[in-house]
């Protein structure tokens, strides 16, 4: 049996069968984990695996056990785990002990998951490449001189390597699906309101959403059916009987032609796409082309959006109630030094950008500007599914680039999340399935492509996303 | 959009963050890079009206039930950089 390949189904019926026991699977993810530190993904493996899995085994010998119960997974860095550290890859938070249980913690533990460990990521979930994290970058497993992606980078490369068998991620403007594309495993951005924020560290709240990394579309749908649901510690967390809709199967793909074809898209990247859409032709579905012109200033609206939740999020970390601490002259000047030490360059360049544009004179020119063009993209995509059930993009404009490549240019980095944000405006969920591979430099690079749906109907991403899988076999 | 580095200081001021001098620098540039580029939906919207407010509301629970007094206490006050007793020490302000 290959570890690497293991899905959650697979390792659930294994467990069920008593092939294996629920440490045996723990321990043979664990030593792929060992075998691939090199990567990076992991910021700390817990020492206290044995314990869960011993507590998981007993669900199975009870007849209590769920498809989750024993299944080693990774958390991201910004999802608390309560008596772990949660440091969001900053130097603000090295030290920081989580006081309580992510909402998405406490059901994968009622389930009898089992968390491996916490993964590296972009401080503060701020970045595309993992390349921001206060503790050294990640490597994409599939080429370790090239970024996993990120913000999610330590989740995805951990379970592309086989170090896990699913991980979770969150996702503000790409930061699941961009490192799933780029790291060739499937990666789910939920509806907004879907799966409970509370105990995710916030970035910017509008548009962060926690989701799940798999191997397969069917183990993401396991994932996100583990963990979505109403939260009342989540005031945007939406009620159970909304999220239950679901309807028909998707049958009509709609292809943004003039976005899709944007300067800057890789010719390699153009022509997966195109030959993704001709399987999904031949699998039965209907392709339209569409316009969607408002797509094209999703990146401008997030660069305003983001960065002014950002800052006011961020505030917290003042060094006087928990994390790093940086002594001055009196307690404005603790406040200025904690917070220029804590934070790493990306997270203060973004905090000055939130700051300016929602400074006095500049507000309704920037923020409320931004704001009307999210109602515009919203309604256009409103608009666009009364004709079409799914809408197909490819995840990212290029596959995984060098490490190095783009940190010292942000703007040249924020343009890798350009097929993503627009989503995250929406708020409608969207997936990312693995498309293929484009060779370079004796490397197989993985490339995704992305379908996004109406709001709550990720029913229709999990059937698209199966017959999709299908069809490139 | 021409960012001064007194800009810079003054953002920095109101974020409570300290930037060194060379910093202020990279900073400048990489905002007027940025704002440059999101500046371009203020041309491309001109013809949109003011955004409706939408459908935020407020969510409260009702003030019932509270914990028993005392239980999350160690536990967030062991998080503080600096605490005596049961509180957290900050400089004095007057």
């Known amino acids: 049996m290959d570890i690497k390949k293991l899905t959650i189904t697979e390792a659930h019926k294994l467990l069920m069968d008593k092939k294996m026991s629920v440490l045996e699977l723990a321990e043979a993810v664990l030593k792929e984990a060992e075998g691939t530190r090199d990567l990076n993904a992991y910021l700390e493996i817990f020492d206290d695996v044995k314990v869960q899995a011993a507590r998981a085994q007993k669900m199975f010998d009870e007849g209590k056990a769920t498809v989750l119960t024993g299944i080693p997974l990774a958390m991201k860095d910004n999802i608390l785990i309560k008596g772990k550290i949660a440091s969001a890859s900053s130097k603000m938070l090295e030290h920081y002990v989580a006081t309580y249980d992510a909402g998405v913690t406490k059901k994968l533990r009622d389930m009898g998951a089992i968390f491996l460990g916490r993964t590296n990521m972009d401080e503060f979930a701020m970045g595309g490449s993992t390349e921001n994290s206060a503790f050294g970058v990640t490597k994409n497993p599939h080429d370790k001189t090239r970024v996993p992606g990120g913000s999610s980078g330590g989740s995805a490369s951990a379970l592309a390597a086989g170090a896990a068998l699913g991980a979770l991620g969150s996702d503000t403007g790409g930061s699941i699906r961009q490192p799933a594309a780029f790291c060739g495993v499937v990666g789910l951005k939920p509806t907004y309101g879907s799966v409970s924020r509370s105990g995710l560290m916030a970035m910017a709240s509008s548009l962060d959403q926690i989701g799940p990394f798999a191997k397969t579309v069917e183990d993401a749908q396991i994932l996100f059916d583990a963990i979505k649901g109403h939260d009342p510690l989540d005031s945007t967390s939406v009620a159970d009987k909304t999220l239950a809709q679901g309807g028909k199967k998707p049958k009509v793909i709609g292809v943004p032609v003039d976005f899709v074809r944007a300067k800057g898209v890789d010719p390699r990247v153009l022509k997966n796409f195109d030959q993704s859409i001709a399987h999904m032709k031949k699998a039965g579905y209907e392709v339209k082309e569409i316009s969607l012109p408002s797509l094209a200033h999703g990146l401008a609206v997030y660069y305003i959006l983001m960065p002014a939740e950002v800052s006011s999020n961020l505030a917290r970390f003042d060094g006087v109630r928990y994390g790093y601490h940086a002594d001055g002259a009196n307690l404005t000047d603790d406040y200025a030094r904690t917070r220029g030490e804590g934070f790493g360059r990306e997270v203060r360049r973004r905090i000055l950008l939130g700051t300016y544009v929602l400074s006095s004179g500049y507000y309704d020119s920037y923020y409320g500007r931004a704001n009307a063009v999210r109602e515009m ?40 999340d350009i097929f993503t944000v627009p989503v995250n405006i929406a708020g409608v969920p969207a997936i990312s399935v693995p498309s293929g591979f484009v060779e370079e430099g004796g490397a197989k690079l993985p490339l995704g492509i992305q379908f996004i749906a109406p709001h709550f109907r990720e029913d229709a991403l999990f059937a698209i996303g199966r017959d999709f899988e299908k069809a490139r076999v | 959009m021409a960012i001064e580095i007194k800009d810079i200081e003054h953002l920095a001021g109101l974020a409570r963050i300290s930037v060194s001098a060379d910093e202020q620098k990279k900073f400048r540039d990489d905002l007027e890079g940025i704002l440059e580029y999101v500046s371009h939906i203020k041309e491309a919207t001109a013809e949109l009206g003011e955004p409706t407010a939408g459908e935020l509301r407020n969510v409260l629970r009702d003030d019932v039930e509270p914990h028993a007094s005392g239980m999350f206490t160690e536990d967030i006050l062991s998080a503080a950089p600096e605490r005596r007793d049961n509180r957290i020490l900050v400089k004095k302000i007057l």
């Open chain 1, 377 to 416: 993209l919203q309604k256009e995509l409103a608009h666009a599914f009364e004709s079409v059930d799914i809408i197909a993009t490819p995840t990212t404009p290029t596959p995984a680039f060098k490490i190095g490549e783009k940190s010292s240019d942000p703007l040249q980095m924020y343009l890798a």
